[in-house]
């Protein structure tokens, strides 16, 4: 069992803990753990022989037991009980915003429900808003939330699709014959949802024989279905990999091919014709003869296109640009200058201000920008105007004693449901860049929430908006919002806008970095970290960027810190 399989069964426990009613502080220790194990950034393994991981903050004698019998056995005896106890339906009805603990317990004392059919069941026959608290409005957000769960059920988070694939790769490189292997589709595409996962190999050998030894390896469940062209392979925990294979001399186009999306292969295709060749899946023909490509720059080259970095590949008008010369240099994680969104133990996150500004040091950036959230987030720890201050104080004390990263004051103010930033102006005044974020009210209409997201933006010390739309990837569709009005007044105001990398926001959409940037609009690229390994967020924000064709000069915290302080200041 891998660090994500060891998080899901702590997650697990913990809900099952909570449904039974059990201590507040021993759901909380499997929660903490979860995300301690989830964001741990060595293997696990090592750390639990070494005992490494029973040292490490947020892993306590019970969670470690669970955690080692997990590696060990790829089960969690715990958990198979609370199975048996609570019916694992209740769990599934956690997933469905605004069915929190005590609702699931009601629907289930109540009415006797335990399944996620017998919910919609009830929610549409009325038992459910004549329960007390719920109401039409509450059935009617169940039935939504229904909804959304068959519509994402299939996808998985783009972190945990890359860290499966990443260990399939490295199982199909080292399989006899195969002289190259590379992760490709979605994953590589850095989509924000990923369905399958895909490779590329360059190998003599058959689909059909290369699928036989993942499975004898115990890499695979089972061969699904094979083809000349590659196979599909059904995994332990039921995704689907599809591997395309090719001799070497082919490989450029089956990695093209395999990466996709279908509508980048079919402009592909258009163009390739209109140029005299045929293009499909068995590879580039000319008059009939295949033309070797032994990498994908040779089959663009052939077809008189720019290299077209994966990120690009989603059908819009990449083939065009290609054709007429080359496209932009995308951002790179190495132009940020600055990790910007990082909370400490101050509010909810798990690391002090000195280890975060340590590891970042490390990292090789100029700047760290704290934001912690303000009072108003009391659910989060929420800072008062005391701790706001001592804060400050530990922060001057850290720039005064160590050269080599400047720690930035900053907070993650909440944009009320009035539109007014927590805090009062004076207190505003002592930050050196203020996020403002919705972190409440989602159940506004288009309208309400649209100004209040720009009434914010009046506000002269909002630096950025914070995760603009408020969409928690397969949890949580965006809140209502009309997202052109946002960007266009950003623009007008000089307030730039956050592309928060935490692998369940991913938000802005790469769909709307173009329309932001053309607009004038700067972009924050953030990790809104709550812990060291939340730092590596700062990946994954660029690769929402690069997906947006954006380029270093777009991003905000490309700049050195006196330049992004003289954005902030203007704003003032």
């Not at 290369?210 to 039921?238: F, M, N, W, Y």
């Not at 001799?247 to 990466?259: E, S």
């Not at 996020?435 to 159940?443: L, N």
């Amino acid at each position: 069992m891998d660090k994500h399989g060891v998080a899901r069964v702590l997650e697990e426990i913990a809900a099952f803990l909570d449904l039974r009613g059990e201590n507040v502080f021993k759901v909380r220790a499997f929660q903490n753990a979860a995300r301690t194990v989830e964001a741990f950034p060595g293997d696990l393994d090592a750390a639990l022989a070494s005992g490494e991981l029973a040292a490490t903050k947020g892993i306590g004698p019970a969670t470690l037991d669970v955690v080692r019998e997990c590696l060990a056995s790829g089960r969690s005896g715990a958990l198979e009980t609370l199975r048996g106890e609570v019916p694992p339906g209740l769990v599934e009805m956690l997933r469905i915003a605004g069915m929190g603990v005590a609702k699931v317990r009601t629907v289930h004392e109540e009415l006797g429900i335990a399944t996620l059919a017998e919910l919609e069941s009830a929610a549409r026959d009325g038992r459910l808003a004549k329960l007390p608290r719920f109401g039409e409005r509450t059935a009617a957000k169940v039935l939504k939330g229904l909804e959304f769960l068959r519509r994402t059920s299939v996808f998985r988070l783009a972190h945990h699709a890359a860290r499966q694939a990443e260990q399939l790769r490295e199982t199909l490189a080292a399989l006899p014959g195969v002289a190259r292997v590379e992760i490709a589709g979605s994953v590589r595409r850095r989509c924000e949802v990923i369905r399958d996962v895909d490779f590329a190999v360059a190998t003599p050998a058959l689909p059909q024989e290369l699928g036989e030894r993942l499975v004898r390896s115990g890499a695979a469940h089972s061969v699904v279905a094979t083809d000349p062209a590659g196979i599909t392979l059904r995994l332990a925990d039921g995704a689907t990999a599809d591997v395309y294979c090719a001799a070497p001399p082919r490989y450029g186009h089956a990695l093209i091919w395999a990466t996709g999306s279908a509508a980048h292969l079919a402009l592909l295709v258009a163009h390739a014709a209109s140029r005299g060749f045929a293009l499909d899946a068995a590879g580039l023909t000319e008059n009939g003869a295949i033309v070797p490509c032994p990498d994908e720059e040779t089959l663009f080259e052939v077809l008189g296109l720019a290299s077209i970095p994966p990120e690009l590949r989603e059908g819009t008008d990449e083939i065009a640009r290609a054709a007429a010369g080359p496209l932009p240099r995308l951002l790179e994680r190495s132009d940020l200058r600055g990790l910007l969104h990082v909370h400490t133990t101050y509010s909810d996150g798990t690391n002090s201000v000195a280890e975060l500004a340590e590891a970042c040091r490390a990292l090789g950036y100029a700047y760290l920008g704290i934001t912690d959230h303000s009072e108003a987030a009391a659910y989060a720890g929420g800072l008062s105007v005391e701790r706001v201050r001592r804060q400050h104080e530990e922060i001057d004390a850290w720039n005064s004693a160590s050269p080599g990263l400047r720690v930035l004051k900053g907070i993650e103010a909440d944009i009320l449901v009035d539109g007014a930033l927590d805090y009062g102006p004076e207190l505003l005044d002592s930050f050196d860049f203020v996020i403002g974020s919705v972190h409440s009210r989602f159940d506004l209409d288009e309208r309400t929430m649209t100004e209040r997201v720009l009434r914010a933006m009046a506000d002269r010390h909002l630096t950025i908006l914070g995760h603009p739309t408020g969409r928690l990837l397969l949890t949580r569709d965006p809140y209502p919002l009309d997202v052109h009005r946002v960007i266009a007044r950003a623009a007008e105001a000089g307030v730039a806008i956050e592309i928060n990398g935490d692998p369940q926001r991913l938000d802005l959409d790469w769909r709307l970095c173009r329309e932001a940037r053309d607009a004038g609009v700067a972009i924050a690229v953030s990790t809104d970290a709550h812990s060291l390994a939340g730092l590596a967020n700062a990946d994954l924000g660029v690769g929402t960027a690069r997906k947006g064709w954006l380029e270093a000069k777009d991003i905000l915290n490309t700049r050195d810190a006196e330049g992004f302080l003289e954005h902030a200041k203007a704003r003032r």
